[in-house]
């Protein structure tokens, strides 16, 4: 079993940033994709984008380009989003995703527990 | 951008009963289209991907079918525990982008 585990809770002024990171066991980490995927209260899932470290730069949802970041480094495992210029509507749950359960790419088996990202002033 | 619409919102069913939850593409997909549940409190599960093949260990009172636009998951015979949120995802479109349903909510009748 494959247990992604990411960073703490969070709480953010609107115009700042945040940063959660999500750690994968070792062993394959660069072949795999890891996506983030958040869900505001109450709301449904909402991909924020994705990153294969093996192919190199991520791959972002149009909604969040230019405000989120994803990076791996590959010499932790870890995983890492960043979102900046935050707003109240950005107060959710951040989830990363990673596929391999199964042999096919982008189906996600693989969830970290979920990080909570309020934004408040 | 392709968008994936779930229908219905919220779906009422007995215990026992089927249950049959639609998703529909705004472009064809081909069969690359997976299904989640989420329960309360937390991440989604994996339960089918490529349309119709379920994973290990799913029972397989869930079952997916359709290809290009039009997607159902049906639940012949609804347990406690199958009371929850399902998610499509597709990924036919990767890259650049993956795109989620709105979800349907199974309730209690």
């Known amino acids: 079993q494959v247990h992604l585990v990411q960073s703490g809770p969070e709480v953010r002024k609107p115009g700042s940033s945040v940063k959660v990171s999500c750690k994968a066991p070792?062993?394959?980490?660069?072949?795999?994709?890891i996506n983030w995927v958040r869900q505001a209260p109450g709301q449904g899932l909402e991909w924020m984008g994705g990153i294969v470290p093996i192919f190199g730069p991520a791959n972002y949802a149009q909604k969040f380009q230019g405000r989120v970041t994803i990076t791996a480094d590959e010499s932790t495992n870890t995983a890492y989003m960043e979102l900046s210029s935050l707003r109240f509507e950005d107060t959710a749950i951040y989830y990363c995703?990673?596929?391999?359960?199964?042999?096919?790419?982008?189906?996600?088996?693989?969830w970290g527990q979920g990080t909570l990202v309020t934004v408040s002033s | 951008e392709i968008v994936l619409t779930q229908s219905p919102g919220i779906v009422y069913v007995s215990p026992g009963e089927r249950a049959t939850l639609s998703c529909k593409s705004s472009q064809s997909v081909s069969s690359s289209l997976a299904w989640y549940q989420q329960r309360p409190g937390q991440p989604p599960s994996l339960l089918i991907y490529?349309?119709?093949t379920r994973v290990t260990g799913i029972p397989d009172r869930f079952s997916g079918s359709g290809s290009g636009t039009d997607f159902t998951l049906t639940i012949s015979s609804l347990q406690s525990e199958d009371f929850a949120v399902y998610y499509c995802q597709q990924y036919d479109n990767w890259p650049p982008a993956l795109t989620f349903g709105g979800g349907t909510k199974v309730e209690i009748k």
């Open positions: 490529g349309a119709s």
């Open positions: 995703a990673r596929d391999g359960i199964v042999d096919t790419a982008m189906v996600f088996g693989y």
């Open positions: 070792g062993g394959s980490f660069s072949s795999y994709a």
